[in-house]
């Protein structure tokens, strides 16, 4: 299946210069989304993993799914102020400042193997920081999961550490 067809791409967003690439055309047509969740799920079938993580926004979308398919628990990785209980947290860089990500101290158990999911890698910083919190939970990184990886943005520099897949890359 060409996934790239069934992306669209928004020129000038969020800020004149930047091609966004716009995975909501992807989820809307039944086949395409069918397709990735079984192209992830079918990777992750046979190894050693726990819990899938999913990073807000679309994450939750795709990482749910697959935690479904899976048959395995999904832990929401989110922006500042969501999450109501206890929570761990983890600023990172950004172009112009810094973010942050959380998540329940509660949400993965020590050891537990964590695949942590995504719809794109672009600079690798949420992703990076993402995993640092798995891992400051006790987690062990299983991979980083996209269907997306914007490979002229070098994203996979910050997460050497890290095995990552894609279904599709943008050069």
């Given at each position: 299946m ?5 992306i669209r791409n928004?020129?000038?967003f969020?800020k ?6 716009d995975?909501t ?9 069918t ?12 190894r050693?993993v726990d819990?899938v993580a999913?990073?807000?926004s679309?994450g ?11 048959k395995?628990?999904?832990?929401p990785?989110?922006?500042p102020g969501k999450l109501?209980?206890?929570?761990l947290s983890v600023d990172?860089?950004l172009e112009y400042?810094?973010d942050?990500?959380?998540?329940h ?12 999911v995504?719809?794109l890698?672009?600079?690798g910083?949420t ?7 798995v ?7 299983v ?5 997306i ?8 520099q910050?997460l050497?550490?890290?095995?990552i897949f894609?279904l599709?890359?943008y050069?």
């Amino acid at each position: 299946m060409d996934l790239k067809q069934k992306i669209r791409n928004v020129p000038d967003f969020p800020k004149k210069g930047i091609l966004f690439r716009d995975i909501t055309t992807l989820l809307q047509d039944a086949a395409g989304f069918t397709y990735v969740i079984e192209q992830l799920a079918g990777r992750y079938r046979d190894r050693p993993v726990d819990m899938v993580a999913g990073i807000e926004s679309r994450g939750f979308i795709i990482g749910g799914a697959v935690a479904h398919q899976l048959k395995k628990g999904f832990v929401p990785i989110r922006k500042p102020g969501k999450l109501p209980a206890k929570k761990l947290s983890v600023d990172y860089c950004l172009e112009y400042g810094t973010d942050r990500v959380e998540m329940h101290t509660d949400a993965i158990a020590p050891g537990a193997r964590v695949l942590v999911v995504d719809d794109l890698l672009a600079t690798g910083g949420t992703m990076k920081a993402a995993c640092e919190l798995v891992e400051k939970a006790g987690g062990e990184v299983v991979e980083c999961a996209f269907i997306i990886h914007l490979a002229d943005l070098k994203g996979e520099q910050l997460l050497k550490k890290y095995t990552i897949f894609s279904l599709l890359s943008y050069d």
